[in-house]
């Protein structure tokens, strides 16, 4: 079974159990090729169980998940990472006492060819290798707005440099899918729009689809194309930002029966 032509990456009907516990209930979703689309709801609503079932952290109970067309369910993470599909995580995972260039370039370890013996006796072919992914870390880090900490510990770094971080060392995989766990997490409203225009700016340049689970809500109506929304673990609405923003169901799940009677 394969996906349209329009998409990058689909789940179908992806079910999730954690012993008697369903935290992902027969949702199906896609991401159309070069889109920026959001998936949202409240504490508790599945949005990162699903999330690690997309990046083959966790395999659902029954479902399938589909990457340009070849189905990846139950593939190993380093694969799923090699063969296209990056992301980040909720709470930062960056190698503290290491580098900003270190950290990206550790990305790149499964693109490089050398091998153990010429990596110890520092052959010509491996200085070569390692001074072209040297090259690359800075020219991520350029991109993403930190240049200038290049050899900073990345625990010396502002919270917001490191979620830039975390962005360059995942487009060191050169993604053509790009996963975001709440990227805007501890910015302030600032850093927040100035994120938005960097992810539209990725989009445009590097033609890569992006998913966001954000909770930040002015963050995703400005950035999204489209959004769904899951609530229990079940998937209750699919939209433009102005379809999700106007609809009964989203507006209950986030402010209860009463507090969404109360704002009519």
């Known amino acids: 079974m394969s996906l349209d032509g329009g998409a990058a990456l689909e789940a179908q009907n992806i079910r999730v159990e ?18 920026i689309v959001s998936l949202i709801g ?10 690690n079932v997309l990046t083959g952290l966790y395999q659902p109970t029954s479902g399938a998940v589909f990457f340009e067309g ?10 799923i990472a090699s063969g296209g599909m990056a992301r980040t995580f909720q709470n930062i995972r ?8 270190e950290n990206v370039m550790v990305a790149m370890h499964s693109q490089m060819k050398a091998g153990v013996v010429s990596t110890i006796l520092r052959t010509k072919k491996q200085r070569h290798e390692e001074e072209v992914a040297r090259e690359f870390a800075q020219e ?16 010396n770094l502002s919270y917001g440099d490191q979620r830039r971080l975390e962005v360059a060392r995942a487009l060191a995989l050169r993604p ?22 960097f992810v539209r700016k990725l989009r445009d340049d590097k033609g890569v689809s992006i998913l966001l689970i954000e909770h930040d809500m002015s963050v995703v109506m400005q ?18 930002p102005a379809e999700i923003k106007s609809n ?17």
């Open 18 to 35: 954690f012993g008697g516990l369903v935290a992902v209930d027969d949702v199906s979703f896609n991401i159309p090729q070069g889109s």
């Open 42 to 51: 409240p504490n508790g609503a599945g949005k990162t169980t699903f999330f």
């Open 70 to 79: 070849k189905e990846i369910t139950g593939d190993p993470v380093h694969d």
């Open 94 to 101: 960056l190698f503290g006492l290491m580098t900003a260039q």
């Open 140 to 155: 991520l880090l350029d991109y993403v707005g930190i240049g200038g900490v290049t050899h900073e510990y990345a625990r």
């Open 176 to 197: 053509r899918v790009l996963l975001l766990d709440e990227p805007t997490a501890g910015m302030n409203p600032n850093e927040s729009a100035v994120f938005v225009q």
């Open 223 to 240: 950035v999204s194309e489209r959004i769904t929304v899951l609530d229990q673990g079940q998937r209750i609405a699919e939209g433009t």
């Open 248 to 264: 009964p169901r989203v507006i209950e799940a986030y402010l209860g029966k009463s507090g969404s009677e109360a704002s009519k």
